[in-house]
């Protein structure tokens, strides 16, 4: 591995994933073996901006791969999206000798670590969002934390609707992409599906389904429906009117953020966060890392950013057979 760039700067950026630890951690270990210097950056290209830049050690990474959250804190900056900050940010980069960069993240931060690699930072980019809404990785940081927080969630709601012969609809994140959705839905065992990609607001199918499904015996009806979609309460509302079944929404929101890493998060993130400072040690710039057909793979990111993904096919025809439509 030639030595390309000196002192390597890592970010977090966007909203936080459990797993952004384990990517810090490997990227601050990877560039000390092979005898690079780094240096944190908190609060995302905001903390950038305000040069919120500290030297980082083995020890300033020590025990937190089991860690949800990111230690170097996160942040949405409206203000980088401007060509002005954007050379600020590649001027404090300089100064601090900044010169190679990770970036955590996702698609926004993307276009931030593009900006800086045009403006000659060595930039790569790790995908880190629990939204998997990536579309040239199959992975990205925090998803399987998410979907098995919002299981167990799930599971549990399924408990007291069972008690109280209940519906439940249950609204997990995901901002546009149906992707926690179809999984957790899936996973829970969900009568319906709502996912931002496939839905026609078509309420009365579902009213009709629940009164079917009721009249064979069915005691709880659960329907998992996707931020995108969103209304959870005022279907809530329309399905009770329209069956007179009690029927309860819950957003289950930023918990489906939180806790601690699964094992796949903490490995995949320690896998890329490895990968990201590689490639910098190669000298390689304006790049994402991901995980595609089994390996990990990178794109430039331009080329990344302007490809597209939709849901899983195979997993959105299995919902077809498994949930009631
Ligand atoms: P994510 O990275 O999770 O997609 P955002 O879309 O909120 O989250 O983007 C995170 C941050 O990335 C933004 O607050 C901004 O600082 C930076 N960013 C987003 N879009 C751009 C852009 N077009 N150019 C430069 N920076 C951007
Ligand atoms: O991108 C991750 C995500 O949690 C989305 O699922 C959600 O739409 C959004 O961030 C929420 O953002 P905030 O933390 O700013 O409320």
Redesign the pocket.
Known sequence: MSNAVKTIGVLT???DAPGMNAAIRAVVRTAISCGLNVKGIRH???GLLEEDIFDMDNLSVSNIIQLGGTILYT???????KKEY?EKGAEICRKHGIDGLVVI????????AS?LASLGINTVGVP??IDLDIACTEYTIGFDTAINTAMEAIDKLRDTSESHERCSIIEVMGRTAGHIALWTGIASGAEYILTTEKYHGSIQRIISKILDRRKIGKKNHVIVNAEGIGNSTEMAKLIELATGIETRATILGHIQRGGNPTCKDRVYASALGTKAVELLCEGKTNRVVGYKDGEFIDFDIQEALSMSKDLDPYLFHITQKLTTR
């Open positions: 950026s966007g909203g995302g290209f905001a942040a949405r900056c409206l203000e980088f999206k954007q993240g996702g698609d926004g931060s993307f276009n931030g900006k880190g969002t």
